[in-house]
Structures are given as structure tokens and as C-alpha cells.
């Protein structure tokens, strides 16, 4: 019996054994591979290094002459500046804000119109013609779409809620869906910002339609002001003849059931019609309607609110990879470095041809 016992015990303990060596087995040819890897890197870079130093002259002599053909070009070609300008768009004017700042952009860039240039933006053809580029895009983080797709689902119902998600409401935005936007414009001539303050602006967003929407708008501003004033008037009225009356019957001998009172139609009989507080409060409510319409006004007076202006002078846009002096010298080293592989190549098959013919 105790032999029975000990066998399934041996061949459990043989088992175990074989899945350990192959476990085993399996992480030494892993490590193998990985290995292996990291020397054929080694050695192709040995190699690399080997040819570079046996041709150091030729690779030297390569990148001297890219090195002063980039400084003559650097030197010979004008400096772009530019400089960012933000904007808030009205009135639902995006469409055709980014539909005339493609039509400028198309005369400096592409057309090189610096006539037509310098009508639209109302400035010299010279300063026109250092324009090379102008740009826009929204000015936008993460933070303000979530605070939009927040908005976005108050309004659902709350199937739709459920069913549309983030990512599905990122996907339907578009530029059009913001109101504030960065425009940027580069130039040769670093002074020249300064100077599309004045009309930029206009020029980007003049439109008739859009023109008497907001006529329309700032007209319906100056109503409300205007109602809420003829408002103020009544309220102060009322409270004066209030004041009156109180004067009135304070004077009077106090009798029971007597006395002048005025009350509301539908209200308790008990209770003036006119109460100090609730004109106050009243007044109270209306100048903040006021403030309102007055930050209102001066949101709407135009399409387009500059938030932010073009500054004074621009800043150098070209980095230093886009040097010439930098990318001269490597794409005459990698030209270099191709031709002798391109050589070697060459030499090769035809020594294998010389071998495959004397066979």
C-alpha cells in the first residue's frame, strides 16, 4: 500500500521538475535573445564608428562646406518675426472671422498681393509686403471642454445623457464651436505689429449682416437701460409718497380701525402695499441688471473684441533647428555618409560578379 503511495508522489515530483527546466529553458533563450540584440547593436555601431574614423577627412571636409554654405544662406535671408493677438468673436461671427483671415493669409502667403494686402488691413504696401503668414486657432484647454461638455449635458435628456460621452462631444467641435481665438501673423518686419492694431480687428470680421446684428443688439441694450431707469424713477416715487404717508399718520392719534392705508388688490388687508425693504430690494435688483447691460454693451459694441493686442514690437519665430548653418552640415554628412556606402556597395557586386564569371 505504501508503495502505491510513493509512486504518484515520484512521477508528481518528475513533473515538476520538467515544467522547471522548461520555465528555465525558456528565460534563458529570452535572455539569450536580448542579448544577442544589444551585441549586434554593438557591433553595427563599432562599425559605424570604424568607417567615420577611417573617412574622418572626407565626413570633415563635408560638414565645413555645409557649415559656411548655412551661414551665407542664414546670412542673405530675412528674419521672420511674429506675434500672437487674442480675440472673443461675436454674434456667431467665427464662420466669417476664419473665412477672411484665410483670404488674408492667401494674398501674403500664397498671392504675395501686398496692394490688395494693404487695403484690407489699411496700412503701407511696404509693411504689407513683409507680411508672410497669417494664422488662427482656437485658444482652448482642457479645462474649458470640460466645462463645455458640462454645459452640453444639463441641456440632454437624460437618455441622451447617458448615451453621449465625452469623447463624442469632443469629436463634434470644431473651430466654430469656440469664442476665443488666437491669431498670430509673422512678418520680416519685427516693428509692424503695432500697426494692425488699429484696423485688424475690422478687417477680419466686416460683414453687413453681421454689422446690423449687432446694431440690432446694442439697440436692445440701450432699451433696457433706458426701461430700467423710467423703473428707478417710479420705485423712488413711490417710496417718496410712502415717506408721506408715514409722516401723516404718525402725527395722527393712534385709533382703532382708523387711519389711511394702501393695499394690493389680491393681498391681505393687513399688509401695505408698499413696503420699504421690498423696494429696496426691488432698486437693489435693477442696478444689478444695470452692471449687467453695461459689461453687455461693452462686450457687444463690437464683432469682434480684441482681449488681447498685438505687442509692440515681434519676437524671432525660427528655431535652431531651422537654422541652415545646423542642417547644412548633416545633410552634407549623411550625403557623404550614403555615397560611400552607395560606393562600397557598388565594389562588392561587382567583385561577386568577377567571382560568378570565373565559375
Same mark, same amino acid.
Given at each position: 500500500?505504501?508503495?502505491?503511495?510513493?509512486?504518484?508522489?515520484?512521477?508528481?515530483?518528475?513533473?515538476?521538475?520538467?515544467?522547471?527546466?522548461?520555465?528555465?529553458?525558456?528565460?534563458?533563450?529570452?535572455?539569450?535573445?536580448?542579448?544577442?540584440?544589444?551585441?549586434?547593436?554593438?557591433?553595427?555601431?563599432?562599425?559605424?564608428?570604424?568607417?567615420?574614423?577611417?573617412?574622418?577627412?572626407?565626413?570633415?571636409?563635408?560638414?565645413?562646406?555645409?557649415?559656411?554654405?548655412?551661414?551665407?544662406? /542664414?546670412?542673405?535671408?530675412?528674419?521672420?518675426?511674429?506675434?500672437?493677438?487674442?480675440?472673443?468673436?461675436?454674434?456667431?461671427?467665427?464662420?466669417?472671422?476664419?473665412?477672411?483671415?484665410?483670404?488674408?493669409?492667401?494674398?501674403?502667403?500664397?498671392?504675395?498681393?501686398?496692394?490688395?494686402?494693404?487695403?484690407?488691413?489699411?496700412?503701407?504696401?511696404?509693411?504689407?509686403?513683409?507680411?508672410?503668414?497669417?494664422?488662427?486657432?482656437? /485658444?482652448?484647454?482642457?479645462?474649458?471642454?470640460?466645462?463645455?461638455?458640462?454645459?452640453?449635458?444639463?441641456?440632454?435628456?437624460?437618455?441622451?445623457?447617458?448615451?453621449?460621452?465625452?469623447? /463624442?462631444?469632443?469629436?463634434?467641435?470644431?473651430?466654430?464651436?469656440?469664442?476665443?481665438?488666437?491669431?498670430?501673423?509673422?512678418?520680416?518686419?519685427?516693428?509692424?505689429?503695432?500697426?494692425?492694431?488699429?484696423?485688424?480687428?475690422?478687417?477680419?470680421?466686416?460683414?453687413?449682416?453681421?454689422?446690423?446684428?449687432?446694431?440690432?443688439?446694442? =439697440?436692445?441694450?440701450?432699451?433696457?437701460?433706458?426701461?430700467?431707469?423710467?423703473?428707478?424713477?417710479?420705485?423712488?416715487?413711490?417710496?417718496?409718497?410712502?415717506?408721506?404717508? =408715514?409722516?401723516?399718520?404718525?402725527?395722527?392719534?393712534?385709533?382703532?380701525?382708523?387711519?389711511?392705508?394702501?393695499?394690493?388688490?389680491?393681498?391681505?388687508?393687513?399688509?401695505?402695499?408698499?413696503?420699504?425693504?421690498?423696494?429696496?430690494?426691488?432698486?437693489?435688483?435693477?442696478?444689478?441688471?444695470? =452692471?449687467?447691460?453695461?459689461?453687455?454693451?461693452?462686450?457687444?459694441?463690437?464683432?469682434?473684441?480684441?482681449?488681447?493686442?498685438?505687442?509692440?514690437?515681434?519676437?524671432?519665430?525660427?528655431?535652431?533647428?531651422?537654422?541652415?548653418?545646423?542642417?547644412?552640415?548633416?545633410?552634407?554628412?549623411?550625403?557623404?555618409?550614403?555615397?560611400?556606402?552607395?560606393?562600397?556597395?557598388?565594389?562588392?557586386?561587382?567583385?561577386?560578379?568577377?567571382?560568378?564569371?570565373?565559375?
Amino acid at each position: 500500500m505504501s508503495k502505491d503511495l510513493q509512486q504518484p508522489k515520484q512521477l508528481e515530483e518528475v513533473d515538476l521538475g520538467q515544467l522547471f527546466n522548461m520555465v528555465g529553458n525558456l528565460f534563458q533563450r529570452l535572455f539569450d535573445f536580448i542579448l544577442s540584440i544589444f551585441n549586434n547593436i554593438y557591433k553595427l555601431i563599432l562599425v559605424l564608428l570604424i568607417h567615420v574614423y577611417k573617412r574622418i577627412k572626407w565626413y570633415a571636409i563635408s560638414g565645413i562646406i555645409g557649415l559656411i554654405l548655412g551661414f551665407f544662406i /542664414d546670412s542673405s535671408t530675412d528674419e521672420v518675426y511674429g506675434a500672437n493677438a487674442y480675440i472673443e468673436t461675436n454674434f456667431g461671427s467665427a464662420h466669417q472671422v476664419y473665412e477672411n483671415l484665410k483670404y488674408l493669409h492667401q494674398l501674403a502667403y500664397v498671392d504675395k498681393d501686398s496692394i490688395e494686402l494693404a487695403r484690407k488691413l489699411n496700412i503701407s504696401v511696404k509693411d504689407a509686403a513683409s507680411i508672410k503668414g497669417i494664422y488662427m486657432r482656437p /485658444d482652448i484647454d482642457e479645462n474649458d471642454r470640460i466645462r463645455m461638455f458640462v454645459a452640453f449635458k444639463k441641456g440632454l435628456d437624460s437618455l441622451s445623457r447617458e448615451e453621449y460621452s465625452y469623447d /463624442d462631444y469632443i469629436e463634434s467641435l470644431d473651430y466654430y464651436s469656440f469664442k476665443r481665438h488666437q491669431v498670430g501673423v509673422a512678418s520680416t518686419d519685427k516693428f509692424i505689429f503695432q500697426k494692425l492694431n488699429k484696423s485688424f480687428s475690422k478687417a477680419i470680421s466686416n460683414n453687413d449682416y453681421l454689422n446690423e446684428l449687432k446694431n440690432v443688439e446694442l =439697440r436692445n441694450f440701450i432699451t433696457q437701460k433706458e426701461t430700467i431707469e423710467i423703473e428707478k424713477k417710479e420705485i423712488d416715487s413711490l417710496a417718496s409718497e410712502y415717506l408721506k404717508i =408715514r409722516k401723516n399718520e404718525s402725527k395722527k392719534q393712534a385709533v382703532v380701525g382708523s387711519g389711511t392705508n394702501l393695499y394690493m388688490g389680491n393681498s391681505d388687508q393687513n399688509k401695505l402695499i408698499v413696503d420699504e425693504s421690498e423696494l429696496l430690494s426691488k432698486k437693489t435688483k435693477l442696478e444689478a441688471l444695470k =452692471r449687467e447691460i453695461n459689461v453687455g454693451l461693452v462686450k457687444n459694441e463690437n464683432i469682434v473684441n480684441v482681449v488681447s493686442e498685438f505687442p509692440d514690437a515681434g519676437y524671432d519665430m525660427t528655431d535652431w533647428r531651422d537654422k541652415m548653418k545646423v542642417r547644412l552640415p548633416i545633410l552634407f554628412f549623411l550625403i557623404t555618409f550614403f555615397g560611400f556606402i552607395l560606393y562600397g556597395m557598388g565594389k562588392y557586386l561587382s567583385e561577386q560578379d568577377q567571382k560568378i564569371n570565373k565559375k
